[in-house]
């Protein structure tokens, strides 16, 4: 008879065992699918924000250019400028002789 209770007793044990691994299993299948969602989730950001940095460096790009651009045309004016100053005292100059 006691060898019967110790039997039944370890078959509880081993029930209530294999019942947590059942649920530990579960929940780590469970933890595992949420971080894969949560990789594909972060991988799909990092793409939009590479993404974005591209545009981003290539509008940085176009803009250096076109201030290039504009800084060489104002200078340009400016010795256009001073060149048609230079031109209008010779001018003048020419006129009173």
Do not use: G
């Not at 469970?30 to 924000?49: F, I």
Request: glycine share 0%.
């Amino acid at each position: 008879m006691r060898q019967q209770l110790c039997i039944q007793y370890c078959w509880k044990i081993c029930q209530a065992t294999t019942t947590t691994l059942f649920s530990l299993k579960y929940s780590l299948l469970t933890c595992k699918w949420v971080m894969l969602q949560e990789n594909t989730l972060l991988k799909e950001q990092l793409q939009c924000l590479v993404r974005d940095n591209h545009i981003l460096k290539r509008a940085v790009a176009i803009q250096h250019e076109r201030q290039v651009e504009h800084d060489n045309s104002s200078q340009e004016l400016q010795q256009l400028k001073q060149l048609m100053a230079q031109y209008q005292e010779q001018i003048r100059n020419l006129e009173v002789r």
